[in-house]
């Protein structure tokens, strides 16, 4: 779905995230970053998308990666996700889904014979110089810290 590539430079964002604190690209600058898109707060996809990144955030901080996730929900609910799941990351409340739609993660989607609007499951690894390393556009939810660490091997 995106229209990114692998050595594109990441697209600048500014949003806030669950604690109203404005975060950016420019904040992981000389960083490796995972920034995730997922489609919302505490369905069953993304719960175990999101657990397995925090599962392995030791193993990612030690490899010199910081995790974001990205959704359209709300501060509120990004806020009460993570303290049910004692997220060790930030999430972006994208609510206005500018992020999304740079990032060419927002279009339309089939579910049960039903079109619809929304967010492509989606994961960048962007460099310590803003360059995209890698995406995920198949993640295996359940499995996707293994995933990503698998493909630095």
């Known amino acids: 779905m995106t229209h990114l590539n692998i050595g594109d430079r990441a697209p600048f964002f500014s949003e806030h995230n ?76 994208d609510i206005e889904k500018k992020i999304c739609k740079s990032y060419g993660v927002w279009g339309l989607k089939k579910f049960m014979g039903r079109e ?10 962007i460099n310590q110089d803003q360059i995209i390393d890698k995406i995920f556009t198949k993640v295996n939810t359940k499995n996707h810290a293994e995933q990503i660490l698998e493909s630095y091997k």
């Open 116 to 125: 619809y609007m929304g967010v492509h499951r989606t994961t960048f690894i």
């Open 18 to 93: 669950q604690n109203n604190v404005l975060l950016s690209l420019d904040d992981y600058t000389h960083k490796k970053l995972i920034l995730y898109f997922y489609p919302k707060d505490n369905t069953p996809g993304c719960t175990a998308e999101s657990c397995s990144l925090n599962n392995n955030y030791k193993t990612f901080q030690n490899e010199g990666f910081h995790i974001l996730g990205v959704s359209p929900d709300d501060q509120k609910s990004h806020l009460k996700f993570i303290n049910k799941y004692s997220f060790d990351f930030d999430l972006i409340a």
